[in-house]
């Protein structure tokens, strides 16, 4: 009898440990589309501790403590457990591309089991999370990250020789040898995986998204869709099949599709709702409001998003609200203070906005964390010469010329500064070289025209500066006021004012346009219409004092 109250109390307690299992599942399960957060993760947690705990106490209770230990490790499924843990970090893993979660799955299961598969796929995993940190950088790496790197490449090494049958150290490799930016290594490496594991959808995807940064499009689409076959509800096929869509082959409407598709998987899939914003900002035309709307879901969902936040201010930017884009884009470098991006765009923001001194900050810390990018230098170097710092500008021109002398704008920014510096037969040749080499030709004649200009030339000046307006791609406006102040200047007001018109027309926030016309009103002795004029400029420029008295003068 005491026999059989013995078998009955430890199958109770095997029922009681079961249940706790299964609502484990259950919480999984419990919402298909919810992402694996930290959160959840310790819950599930609390619920395997709650097991071994409600095991601990029937088996203490019958056979005392130390037994107690043993009978769990043995007959209470504490490998199960650990099964268990160790298939949530997989799904983790390959569904949600998180390795950090998966690693802490990982620890977890390795509490319980302490075996050696256990430990390669913690490895594993703690490989992918350097990947993930690294591959997307926007800046060069640092020492520190660069030793990461190659000691994941050793580990990966390691786990292949291991496991030279199994895809994921080929995987592992690939994606390494992406980071290390050796990509015949990092294709050789993923092909091997997907010859080992033919029916592995996370392999096709891989492999994808290394051919669709060699431009390799239509193979990388033909993976894809090897991806989908595998499994039809495999949510980051359907996104890379998107961005193949959209951002390489230009069909915005098939991209759309393609993310909204991923979202129906998963719902909260914020890397779908980024990339859905930027299909609506990229399309002819562009569709703002429904931009937005993606960006900020893609932030309610993950508020870290510091891109999802570089979306919105480059939106804003492309609408010429600058203030609104420079708050966005501040957002995103106070989430990553090594957010390159982030910097040289609200630079580029702020120069906008004529802030000389907050570009320059923005294009230092840049610069600061990509110090041989050239291109910085010419932003920078422009910010110096809007301060009246020609020295320091120079000396940024000169070592971005020295970085690339065969990049048109760096002669056309030296050729800028040379005219202010009046040495002006030194212009006249950097603007040369520029055209040789194939400058803008917009920018490239507005610059000569200013130089004209500096020499009295004002109908050479005029000629050209038609040619810009012709030719035009970005903000024709600025070379209708351009061409309306000299048009003012020999006193042929009409042909100034209507210059002025239909350069805020254009861009209705062009304050200079509006401050324009608002003068040559005056000159016409119109002061009615001078007034209204002066008064959107205020709107636009509320700081200038000298203006504003101007206007009440009115």
Same mark, same amino acid.
Do not use: C
């Given at each position: 009898?005491?026999? %059989?109250?013995?078998?009955?109390?430890?199958?109770?307690?095997?029922?009681?440990?079961?249940?706790?299992?299964?609502?484990?599942?259950?919480?999984?399960?419990?919402?298909?589309?919810?992402?694996?957060?930290?959160?959840?993760?310790? @819950?599930?947690?609390?619920?395997?501790?709650?097991?071994?705990?409600?095991?601990?106490?029937?088996? #203490?209770?019958?056979?005392?403590?130390?037994?107690?230990?043993?009978?769990?490790?043995?007959?209470?499924?504490?490998?199960?457990?650990?099964?268990?843990?160790?298939?949530?970090?997989?799904?983790?893993?390959?569904?949600?591309?998180?390795?950090?979660?998966?690693?802490?799955?990982?620890?977890?299961?390795?509490? *319980?089991?302490?075996?050696?598969?256990?430990?390669?796929?913690? =490895?594993?995993?703690?490989?992918?999370?350097?990947?993930?940190?690294?591959?997307?950088?926007?800046?060069?790496?640092?020492? !520190?990250?660069?030793?990461? =790197?190659?000691?994941?490449?050793?580990?990966?090494?390691?786990?292949?020789?291991?496991?030279?049958?199994? =895809?994921?150290?080929?995987?592992?490799?690939?994606?390494?040898?992406?980071?290390?930016?050796?990509?015949?290594?990092?294709?050789?490496?993923?092909?091997?995986?997907?010859?080992?594991?033919?029916?592995?959808?996370?392999?096709?995807?891989?492999?994808?998204?290394?051919?669709?940064?060699?431009?390799?499009?239509?193979?990388?689409?033909?993976?894809?869709?090897?991806? *989908?076959?595998?499994?039809?509800?495999?949510?980051?096929?359907?996104?890379?099949?998107?961005?193949?869509?959209?951002?390489?082959?230009?069909?915005?409407?098939?991209? @759309?599709?393609?993310?909204?598709?991923?979202? !129906?998987?998963?719902?909260?899939?914020?890397?779908?709702?980024?990339?859905?914003?930027?299909?609506?900002?990229?399309?002819?035309?562009?569709?703002?409001?429904?931009?937005?709307?993606?960006?900020?879901?893609?932030?309610?969902?993950?508020? $870290?998003?510091?891109?999802?936040?570089?979306?919105?201010?480059?939106?804003?930017?492309?609408?010429?609200?600058?203030?609104?884009? &420079?708050?966005?884009? #501040?957002?995103?470098?106070?989430?990553?203070?090594?957010?390159?991006? #982030?910097?040289?765009?609200?630079?580029?923001?702020?120069?906008?906005?004529?802030?000389?001194?907050?570009?320059?900050?923005?294009?230092? %810390?840049?610069?600061?964390?990509?110090?041989?990018?050239?291109?910085?230098?010419?932003?920078?170097?422009?910010?110096?010469?809007?301060?009246?710092?020609?020295? *320091?500008?120079?000396?940024?021109?000169?070592? $971005?010329? %020295?970085?690339?002398?065969?990049?048109?704008?760096?002669?056309?920014?030296?050729?800028?500064? $040379?005219?202010?510096?009046?040495?002006?037969?030194?212009?006249?040749?950097?603007?040369?070289?520029?055209?040789?080499? #194939?400058?803008?030709?917009?920018?490239?004649?507005?610059?000569? +025209?200013?130089?004209?200009?500096?020499?009295?030339?004002?109908?050479?000046?005029?000629?050209?500066? $038609?040619? +810009?307006?012709?030719?035009?791609?970005?903000?024709?406006?600025?070379?209708?006021?351009?061409?309306?102040?000299?048009?003012?200047?020999?006193?042929?007001?009409?042909? +100034?004012?209507?210059?002025?018109?239909?350069?805020?027309?254009?861009?209705?926030?062009? +304050? &200079? =346009?509006?401050?324009?016309?608002?003068?040559?009103?005056?000159?016409?002795?119109?002061?009615?219409?001078?007034?209204?004029?002066?008064?959107?400029?205020?709107?636009?420029?509320?700081?200038?004092?000298?203006?504003?008295?101007?206007?009440?003068?009115?």
């Amino acid at each position: 009898m005491a026999e %059989q109250n013995k078998t009955d109390a430890l199958v109770k307690v095997v029922e009681e440990q079961s249940k706790l299992l299964e609502q484990m599942r259950k919480e999984l399960a419990e919402d298909e589309q919810e992402e694996i957060t930290e959160t959840k993760y310790l @819950r599930m947690r609390r619920l395997a501790l709650q097991a071994g705990t409600a095991a601990g106490a029937v088996a #203490g209770a019958i056979l005392g403590g130390v037994e107690a230990v043993g009978f769990m490790v043995e007959l209470y499924e504490t490998r199960a457990m650990a099964a268990e843990y160790a298939t949530v970090a997989e799904e983790v893993y390959h569904v949600e591309n998180n390795p950090e979660v998966a690693m802490n799955f990982m620890d977890m299961a390795i509490e *319980l089991d302490d075996s050696p598969e256990y430990r390669t796929n913690k =490895a594993y995993y703690q490989s992918m999370q350097v990947v993930r940190e690294l591959v997307n950088l926007d800046r060069p790496y640092n020492q !520190d990250e660069l030793d990461r =790197a190659q000691e994941s490449l050793a580990q990966a090494i390691l786990l292949k020789n291991l496991n030279p049958e199994q =895809a994921e150290p080929h995987i592992l490799l690939g994606q390494l040898y992406i980071v290390l930016k050796q990509p015949d290594k990092a294709l050789a490496s993923l092909q091997e995986a997907v010859k080992i594991e033919p029916n592995n959808a996370f392999a096709h995807m891989r492999l994808a998204t290394l051919l669709e940064q060699q431009n390799k499009d239509n193979e990388a689409l033909a993976e894809l869709d090897q991806a *989908l076959k595998i499994d039809p509800n495999y949510k980051w096929a359907y996104l890379w099949k998107g961005v193949v869509m959209g951002e390489k082959l230009e069909k915005w409407p098939e991209a @759309r599709a393609l993310y909204q598709k991923s979202i !129906d998987i998963d719902p909260r899939f914020d890397l779908a709702y980024y990339n859905l914003g930027w299909s609506y900002v990229n399309a002819e035309p562009a569709d703002y409001v429904e931009a937005r709307k993606q960006f900020e879901k893609a932030i309610e969902i993950r508020p $870290s998003y510091k891109e999802a936040f570089y979306g919105l201010g480059m939106m804003y930017g492309y609408q010429n609200e600058y203030g609104v884009a &420079e708050n966005y884009l #501040g957002k995103a470098v106070s989430i990553d203070e090594d957010y390159l991006t #982030g910097w040289k765009w609200r630079g580029v923001v702020r120069a906008e906005q004529q802030n000389w001194e907050g570009a320059l900050e923005d294009y230092s %810390q840049a610069i600061a964390l990509d110090p041989v990018n050239e291109s910085l230098y010419l932003r920078r170097g422009f910010a110096y010469e809007n301060l009246g710092q020609y020295n *320091l500008a120079a000396a940024d021109y000169r070592f $971005s010329i %020295q970085r690339n002398p065969n990049d048109p704008d760096a002669w056309l920014s030296q050729a800028g500064l $040379s005219i202010k510096t009046k040495e002006f037969k030194s212009a006249a040749e950097q603007i040369a070289k520029a055209i040789e080499l #194939g400058a803008y030709e917009e920018d490239a004649v507005a610059l000569r +025209a200013k130089l004209h200009e500096q020499q009295g030339n004002i109908d050479e000046a005029i000629k050209d500066l $038609s040619l +810009a307006i012709k030719v035009a791609t970005y903000r024709p406006e600025r070379f209708l006021t351009s061409r309306a102040d000299l048009y003012a200047s020999k006193s042929q007001v009409d042909l +100034a004012l209507a210059d002025y018109k239909k350069a805020r027309e254009i861009n209705e926030n062009h +304050a &200079e =346009a509006w401050l324009g016309e608002g003068n040559a009103y005056i000159t016409l002795d119109d002061k009615s219409s001078a007034k209204l004029a002066l008064t959107r400029y205020l709107e636009l420029k509320p700081q200038d004092e000298k203006i504003r008295k101007l206007r009440d003068t009115l």
